[in-house]
C-alpha cells in the first residue's frame, strides 16, 4: 500500500485531505508541526510527503530544505495560500516537486500525487548507486562497496541492504524487513529477520570505521551515521 506523511496545522484540512486519500486507498500519517513530522519520518518509509508551507516551529520551506539532506528520493508536495511566483520558487529551491495553492479541487491534488508517485517509481529504477556515506551499492552491477572495498553478499543480504540504502536514518521494523525482503508476514516465533540482518552488519560494519546498521531494542533496525 503507497504511504503518505501529510504535515498540516489546520485539523479540519487535514483530516479532510486524510479521508479522502484514505478512501482512495491510500496509507496516511499525519502531524500538525515541524517536530511532530520530523519524528513521523524518521518512525518509517514513506512514498510521498504532502508539506504545508505555513506549520508552527521550522516552517514547510526550512523542513523541507532539512529532509532533503537526508532523503534525496521521496517525492515531496507543498501546500500553502501563499501562491506568488516567487513563492512557488522557494519551495522548489527548498527541494520540493510540486507546490499546490490553497484552496484546491481534491481532484487536482489527487492528480498531482498520482503523477509525483509515477515520476518516483519511474526514477528508482533507472538509479544505479544508492550510497549512505562510505557505503555505497551498484544497483545494475549488484555490488557493494564500503570506503571503496567490495564487499560481497548473498542475494538476500543484497535484497536487504538495497532496504536499508532506500531508506536511511528510518526506523525499519522487523514486520516491514520481512514484508519487502521475503514478501510474507512476519512470524514473531522466527529470529530469521534478526539473524540475517546480523549477516549483513557483519560484513557492512565489521572491520571498519564505525557501525552504521543499528538496532532499536523491541522496535527493529535503523541505518545511520556510526555512534562509536
Same mark, same amino acid.
Given at each position: 500500500?503507497?504511504?503518505?506523511?501529510?504535515?498540516?496545522?489546520?485539523?479540519?484540512?487535514?483530516?479532510?485531505?486524510?479521508?479522502?486519500?484514505?478512501?482512495?486507498?491510500?496509507?496516511?500519517?499525519?502531524?500538525?508541526?515541524?517536530?511532530?513530522?520530523?519524528?513521523?519520518?524518521?518512525?518509517?518509509?514513506?512514498?510521498?510527503?504532502?508539506?504545508?508551507?505555513?506549520?508552527?516551529?521550522?516552517?514547510?520551506?526550512?523542513?523541507?530544505?532539512?529532509?532533503? #539532506? =537526508?532523503?534525496? *528520493?521521496?517525492?515531496?508536495?507543498? $501546500?500553502?495560500?501563499?501562491?506568488?511566483? @516567487?513563492? !512557488? %520558487?522557494? /519551495?522548489?529551491?527548498?527541494?520540493?516537486?510540486?507546490?499546490?495553492?490553497?484552496?484546491?479541487?481534491?481532484?487536482?491534488?489527487?492528480?498531482?500525487?498520482?503523477?509525483?508517485?509515477?515520476?518516483?517509481?519511474?526514477?528508482?529504477?533507472?538509479?544505479?548507486?544508492?550510497?549512505?556515506?562510505?557505503?555505497?551499492?551498484?544497483?545494475?552491477?549488484?555490488?557493494?562497496?564500503?570506503?571503496?572495498?567490495?564487499?560481497?553478499?548473498?542475494?538476500?543480504?543484497?535484497?536487504? #541492504? =538495497?532496504?536499508? *540504502?532506500?531508506?536511511?536514518?528510518? $526506523?525499519?521494523?522487523?514486520?516491514?524487513? @520481512?514484508? !519487502? %525482503?521475503? /514478501?510474507?508476514?512476519?512470524?514473531?516465533?522466527?529470529?530469521?529477520?534478526?539473524?540475517?540482518?546480523?549477516?549483513?552488519?557483519?560484513?557492512?560494519?565489521?572491520?571498519?570505521?564505525?557501525?552504521?546498521?543499528?538496532?532499536?531494542?523491541?522496535?527493529?533496525?535503523?541505518?545511520?551515521?556510526?555512534?562509536?
Amino acid at each position: 500500500m503507497t504511504t503518505i506523511c501529510l504535515i498540516e496545522d489546520e485539523e479540519r484540512v487535514a483530516a479532510f485531505i486524510k479521508k479522502g486519500l484514505q478512501e482512495q486507498g491510500y496509507s496516511v500519517a499525519t502531524a500538525r508541526n515541524s517536530a511532530e513530522g520530523e519524528i513521523l519520518l524518521k518512525s518509517r518509509r514513506f512514498d510521498l510527503l504532502i508539506l504545508d508551507v505555513m506549520i508552527p516551529g521550522m516552517n514547510g520551506i526550512e523542513f523541507c530544505r532539512k529532509i532533503r #539532506l =537526508e532523503d534525496t *528520493l521521496m517525492p515531496v508536495l507543498m $501546500l500553502t495560500a501563499l501562491g506568488t511566483t @516567487a513563492d !512557488k %520558487v522557494n /519551495g522548489l529551491k527548498a527541494g520540493a516537486d510540486d507546490y499546490l495553492v490553497k484552496p484546491f479541487h481534491f481532484d487536482e491534488l489527487l492528480a498531482r500525487i498520482d503523477a509525483l508517485l509515477r515520476r518516483s517509481y519511474a526514477g528508482n529504477n533507472e538509479i544505479q548507486f544508492l550510497q549512505f556515506y562510505d557505503l555505497k551499492l551498484d544497483l545494475w552491477a549488484k555490488t557493494a562497496f564500503r570506503e571503496d572495498k567490495p564487499i560481497s553478499l548473498t542475494a538476500r543480504e543484497y535484497e536487504l #541492504l =538495497e532496504l536499508f *540504502l532506500k531508506n536511511p536514518n528510518k $526506523l525499519l521494523s522487523r514486520q516491514y524487513i @520481512a514484508e !519487502k %525482503v521475503w /514478501g510474507i508476514n512476519f512470524d514473531t516465533g522466527t529470529n530469521v529477520i534478526d539473524v540475517y540482518v546480523n549477516y549483513l552488519r557483519n560484513k557492512v560494519d565489521k572491520n571498519f570505521s564505525g557501525r552504521l546498521i543499528h538496532t532499536i531494542i523491541g522496535m527493529g533496525y535503523i541505518l545511520k551515521a556510526h555512534e562509536d
